[in-house]
């Protein structure tokens, strides 16, 4: 399995009273304890961080310091990629953006998939039903 992650895979991971929290644990240590290349954008980095550490989204929340831990524990794996911006990403970005039709809060899924197909990963991990607006890339609910 080579595909990237979404938010959500990494927020089921860390929140114990998240309906898919076992799952979304055992696929990440699969993942992380593979050897298949496997990734997850930047933007899922902090979209993570900001999730779970949000007072009006859980009570209580994840502090600051576990989250950074979670993330750390994760990039000791050596086969994960982070995903940035190349100079190829003006190229994908506008790909990705127009096919998908993409605009408002859809421009940030169309960033994920942008950043993903930019980097060879076709395939990604979520339960995001709005990324399926991008042709370009399978998404993939691990969950099903």
Same mark, same amino acid.
């Given at each position: 399995?080579?595909?990237?992650?979404?938010? #959500?895979? =990494?927020?089921?991971? !860390? &929140? @114990?009273?998240? %309906?898919?929290? &076992?799952?979304?644990?055992?696929?990440?240590?699969?993942?992380?304890?593979?050897?298949?290349?496997?990734?997850?954008?930047?933007?899922?980095?902090? @979209?993570?961080?900001?999730?779970?550490?949000?007072? &009006?989204?859980?009570? +209580?929340?994840?502090?600051?310091? !576990?989250?950074?831990?979670?993330? $750390?524990?994760?990039? $000791?794996?050596?086969?994960? $990629?982070?995903?940035?911006?190349? @100079? &190829?990403?003006?190229?994908? !970005?506008? *790909?990705?953006?127009?096919?998908? $039709? %993409?605009?408002? #809060?859809?421009?940030?899924?169309?960033?994920?998939?942008? =950043?993903? =197909?930019?980097?060879?990963?076709?395939?990604? =991990?979520?339960?995001?039903?709005?990324?399926?607006?991008? +042709?370009?890339? *399978?998404? *993939?609910?691990?969950? !099903?």
């Amino acid at each position: 399995m080579s595909a990237a992650v979404d938010t #959500n895979i =990494l927020v089921y991971a !860390r &929140r @114990e009273e998240s %309906a898919h929290h &076992r799952e979304a644990l055992s696929l990440l240590r699969g993942l992380a304890e593979g050897p298949v290349p496997w990734a997850i954008p930047w933007p899922c980095v902090y @979209e993570f961080l900001r999730i779970v550490t949000h007072p &009006r989204i859980f009570h +209580p929340p994840t502090t600051l310091g !576990r989250a950074l831990e979670d993330l $750390r524990d994760l990039g $000791r794996s050596p086969t994960l $990629r982070l995903l940035g911006p190349t @100079e &190829r990403h003006v190229e994908f !970005r506008d *790909r990705v953006l127009l096919e998908g $039709r %993409a605009s408002g #809060n859809l421009v940030h899924d169309g960033h994920i998939v942008a =950043l993903a =197909l930019e980097h060879g990963f076709d395939e990604i =991990l979520s339960t995001d039903e709005d990324l399926r607006r991008f +042709p370009s890339v *399978r998404v *993939r609910n691990p969950f !099903r």
